[in-house]
């Protein structure tokens, strides 16, 4: 074995120790070194304890820092070797008997670093450990023989120390039991973030030992998310322990012979372990439920899941209330279109109504104002139109507004064919509906066989024309009257023949029968129609028409209402007219005189003052 000095190391030191020459005003008496010697190669012998020093095996970084967290040392060669081995025997318990209790960390030197020693510390401090405490070293003279005794023991306690240490099994056997009192202890509940961080944090430090796993998650702090605060609980609840109780049992088989005995010992220590075991696995669910309910991250994270659950159910009674919102107002819409609708169809169809109204009572006056329909009370039979109030009524039933109107809007465009026209088209309608007889063919005069009149049946027309009295009678009335004069003929045969003749005669020719002549008096229905005419269907302000003015549309209205035979002139009407408004005036002030009167009996009969009397009017 060779050690090599370096030149540089061997040169500070002697420039440490160098004395101060004198030109350095050193005192008196001292002498300095003038020259040192090269360096030498010496040959040194393998023995004594710096030899073992030197050759020691040194800890990791990772051994260091655990030695440095556990215990503050710094984890060098000096945290496992005992360098006074007088004092540490007398302060360890030497018993052998006692070996159970011992703790075989110290024995070795490793009590520093316990469950962190390497198998090479383990070996290396064995070695030590023999060479400083051999029996063969008990002759020291200074030895008393308690010391050796106290040696003895002691170096049997270093062997099984290392028997048990050495060995895996029997090694985590100690190494489960090997803990302090605050390593089994779980922290207490608490609701400070700062002691749950300190406490907790700790107590899961010290029990990440007996986990079987490569990398162990940490407790973390505040500002741990979610993911990682769930990944470290589900990592302890998970986790395996490699923890073993079967140091402590109380009797072991291999002590006994007997095979019964071995068994019923193995079966006690198993239901032992077992036991302890359990109690074991409570203490660490004890501990992480613990830790869990005073955990203020689990209680931000249950908060937050809460409060997004609440949110959830928010946003889904809204998009309910939302959805109930729009159909309740979808069918509002759709209730408010119908309602429309059917306001819309309603007044359409009440415009419908109103214009048809209008249409038919336009078409109705038409008519009339033209001659096309028959007067029952007509003058002249023979000029009387084929239509009947009936037939104009069943026309302005059954057609159309718009036909209704087009024939109206004909007459009033011509004047002179457009009525023609409409009567023509109106005939055709009534054929068609079947309003019009067979016998009604005739009115344009072309008539069948019954038509054909003798001398003596054209003498006995012409006799009833002139005997016939046609006041007060319709012309159904009065055509029936001359039809029974006549064997053999009908109203309506005389009516045709009536027609035929005044064809016959031209539209200037002779009348079959004239006109008569109306009376001087009033008859009592005249009076009564006159009396409405003038006040209600035709009041001063009327527009002429036609017909003529107000009076003469006074006196069609009276003729055709009152059924007279004779048509009164519009001088008759305005005569009759004031005269009632003079019987009217003279009535009223009738009236008021008898008013008048009556008051004045009453007073009479009263007694008062005649002064007081109220005067007659007029007077």
Same mark, same amino acid.
């Given at each position: 074995?060779?050690?090599?000095?370096?030149?540089?190391?061997?040169?500070?030191?002697?420039?440490?120790?160098?004395?101060?020459?004198?030109?350095?005003?050193?005192?008196? #008496?001292?002498?300095?070194?003038?020259?040192?010697?090269?360096?030498?190669?010496?040959?040194?012998?393998?023995?004594?304890?710096?030899?073992?020093?030197?050759?020691?095996?040194?800890?990791?970084?990772?051994?260091?820092?655990?030695?440095?967290d556990i215990d503050g040392s710094e984890g060098d060669s000096a945290a496992f070797v005992v360098a006074n081995p007088d004092t540490y025997i007398k302060t360890l318990n030497t018993d052998p008997m006692k070996w159970r209790d011992q703790d075989h960390y110290a024995m070795l030197g490793l009590k520093d670093i316990r469950l962190k020693a390497s198998q090479e510390h383990i070996e290396y401090a064995y070695k030590k450990q023999t060479m400083w405490n051999h029996p063969d070293?008990?002759?020291?003279?200074?030895?008393?023989?308690?010391?050796?005794?106290?040696?003895?023991?002691?170096?049997?306690?270093?062997?099984?120390?290392?028997?048990?240490?050495?060995?895996?099994?029997?090694?985590?056997?100690?190494?489960?039991?090997?803990?302090?009192?605050?390593?089994?202890?779980?922290?207490?509940?608490?609701?400070?973030?700062?002691?749950?961080?300190?406490n907790f944090g700790k107590a899961f430090k010290r029990n990440e030992r007996w986990l079987i796993a490569d990398e162990i998650p940490q407790l973390g702090d505040d500002n741990a998310t979610g993911d990682e605060v769930n990944a470290f609980y589900e990592f302890w609840y998970a986790a395996e322990s490699w923890r073993e109780f079967g140091y402590h049992d109380e009797e072991h088989a291999a002590d006994n012979d007997s095979r019964e005995q071995k068994r019923w010992i193995e079966k006690k220590n198993k239901a032992a372990r077992k036991r302890k075991q359990k109690e074991e696995k409570a203490r660490m669910l004890r501990l992480i439920d613990n830790?869990?309910?005073?955990?203020?991250?689990?209680?931000?994270?249950?908060?937050?899941?809460?409060q997004a659950k609440l949110r959830k159910e928010q946003e889904r009674l809204d998009a309910i209330a939302k959805e109930k919102e729009d159909k309740a107002r979808r069918a509002q819409e759709e209730a408010d279109a119908a309602a429309a609708a059917e306001k819309a169809e309603r007044e359409? #169809?009440?415009?419908?109504?109103?214009?048809?109204?209008?249409?038919?009572?336009a078409f109705v006056k038409a008519c009339r104002r033209n001659k096309l329909v028959q007067n029952e009370y007509e003058d002249d039979p023979s000029t009387m139109p084929t239509m009947t109030e009936e037939m104009v009524d069943?026309?302005?039933?059954?057609?159309?507004?718009?036909?209704?109107?087009?024939?109206?809007?004909?007459?009033?465009?011509?004047a002179e064919q457009g009525p023609k026209q409409v009567e023509v088209a109106c005939i055709a309608e009534l054929t068609k509906m079947g309003k019009l007889q067979a016998d009604a063919d005739g009115a344009d005069g072309a008539g069948g066989a019954d038509d054909e009149w003798t001398q003596e049946e054209q003498d006995l027309l012409e006799k009833a024309l002139k005997e016939v009295d046609r006041p007060g009678k319709t012309v159904e009335m009065y055509l029936k009257a001359i039809a029974a004069?006549?064997?053999?003929?009908?109203?309506?045969?005389?009516?045709?023949?009536?027609?035929?003749?005044?064809?016959?005669?031209?539209?200037?020719?002779?009348q079959p029968t004239a006109a008569p002549v109306a009376p001087s008096a009033w008859t009592e229905e005249e009076d009564l129609v006159l009396i409405k005419a003038?006040?209600?269907?035709?009041?001063?302000?009327?527009?002429?028409?036609?017909?003529?003015?107000?009076?003469?549309?006074?006196?069609?209205?009276?003729?055709?209402?009152?059924?007279t035979a004779w048509l009164r002139t519009a001088k008759e009407v305005t005569a009759k007219v004031?005269?009632?408004?003079?019987?009217?005036?003279?009535?009223?002030?009738?009236?008021?005189?008898?008013?008048?009167?009556?008051t004045f009996q009453r007073h009479k009969d009263a007694g008062k003052d005649k002064s007081d009397l109220p005067r007659p009017k007029g007077k």
């Open positions: 074995f060779s050690l090599q000095v370096d030149i540089t190391t061997v040169m500070a030191a002697i420039d440490m120790l160098a004395l101060v020459g004198p030109s350095t005003g050193a005192t008196d #008496g001292f002498r300095g070194i003038k020259a040192v010697s090269a360096p030498t190669t010496t040959t040194v012998v393998p023995v004594g304890q710096w030899y073992f020093n030197n050759i020691a095996p040194k800890p990791d970084p990772s051994t260091q820092d655990d030695a440095q070293k008990k002759s020291r003279g200074d030895w008393t023989d308690a010391d050796r005794e106290t040696a003895d023991g002691f170096f049997t306690c270093i062997k099984k120390a290392y028997e048990i240490l050495s060995d895996v099994t029997n090694r985590r056997l100690y190494d489960s039991i090997d803990v302090t009192e605050e390593d089994d202890i779980v922290p207490e509940k608490t609701k400070v973030p700062a002691k749950f961080y300190k830790a869990i309910a005073c955990d203020p991250r689990i209680r931000r994270i249950r908060e937050e899941k809460k359409k #169809g009440k415009a419908e109504k109103e214009a048809a109204k209008r249409a038919k009572k069943a026309l302005k039933q059954a057609m159309p507004t718009a036909t209704l109107q087009g024939w109206c809007k004909m007459i009033q465009d011509d004069t006549i064997p053999n003929k009908s109203a309506a045969q005389v009516l045709r023949r009536l027609k035929t003749l005044k064809q016959k005669s031209g539209a200037g020719g002779a003038a006040s209600k269907v035709f009041p001063p302000g009327t527009m002429p028409t036609e017909v003529g003015d107000r009076w003469s549309q006074i006196a069609h209205y009276v003729h055709i209402h009152a059924h004031k005269e009632a408004q003079d019987v009217a005036k003279g009535l009223q002030k009738k009236k008021e005189h008898h008013d008048d009167f009556e």
